[in-house]
T-cell receptor, first 112, second 112 residues
């Protein structure tokens, strides 16, 4: 069974630009969660999507947004990038959002 | 708000030297407690899910246990390939769809 996949794996952007990251969940999983990981703050929850609806959201500014498609694939978007957005962005999937989450390899974003 | 504290922050072990990692948590109703291992630059790899106090799970040299306030990850006779950061996370039962609250992790180094 294929795992969670994320694209791209690496990105370099400059301040003020925007970026879109993609996540394909494990087949049969309908919940997709996004996390930001930095050395200083650790792993922090961004938001979760289920059946194309955002059900839960962490404490991040509105520059961070996402969406989910009918095939459960998800994208997250960060607009007006800041230096502090440099991080490893992780996507995780689970069947319903109430059980074990399985993580993808992450997208490493560097903002210059 | 759900909180997770892991100790120690770092642990250096000789090959074969058993030890335990601690994860203390506060949560409004525990839906699940999760252990992951993470290698540098990679996504977290799932290890165990524990649901109720008294539960124990084992996998090779690892054993996870759960009480009402904390969880322990016991590493028995570790090998160098057990070197990684071990992450503990909880999911509460209130408004927590898809949301894991992570601890800062314990970085384990096992030397030959």
């Amino acid at each position: 069974k294929a795992g969670v996949t994320q694209t791209p794996r690496y990105l370099i952007k400059t301040r003020g630009q925007q970026v879109t990251l993609s996540c394909s969940p494990i087949s049969g999983h309908r919940s997709v969660s996004w996390y930001q990981q930095t050395p200083g703050q650790g792993l922090q929850f961004l938001f979760e999507y289920f059946s194309e609806t955002q059900r839960n959201k962490g404490n991040f500014p509105g520059r961070f947004s996402g969406r989910q498609f009918s095939n459960s694939r998800s994208e997250m978007n960060v607009s007006t990038l800041e230096l502090g957005d440099s991080a490893l962005y992780l996507c995780a999937s689970s069947r319903t959002g109430g059980e074990t989450q399985y993580f993808g390899p992450g997208t490493r974003l560097l903002v210059l | 708000e759900d909180q997770v504290t892991q100790s120690p922050e770092a642990l250096r072990l000789q090959e074969g030297e058993s030890s335990s990692l601690n994860c203390s948590y506060t949560v409004s109703g525990l839906r699940g407690l999760f252990w992951y291992r993470q290698d540098p630059g990679k996504g977290p790899e799932f290890l165990f899910t524990l649901y109720s106090a008294g539960e124990e799970k084992e996998k090779e040299r690892l054993k996870a246990t759960l009480t009402k306030k904390e969880s322990f990850l016991h590493i028995t006779a570790p090998k160098p390939e057990d070197s990684a950061t071990y992450l503990c996370a909880v999911q509460g039962s209130t408004d927590s769809w898809g949301k894991l609250q992570f601890g800062a992790g314990t970085q384990v180094v096992v030397t030959p």
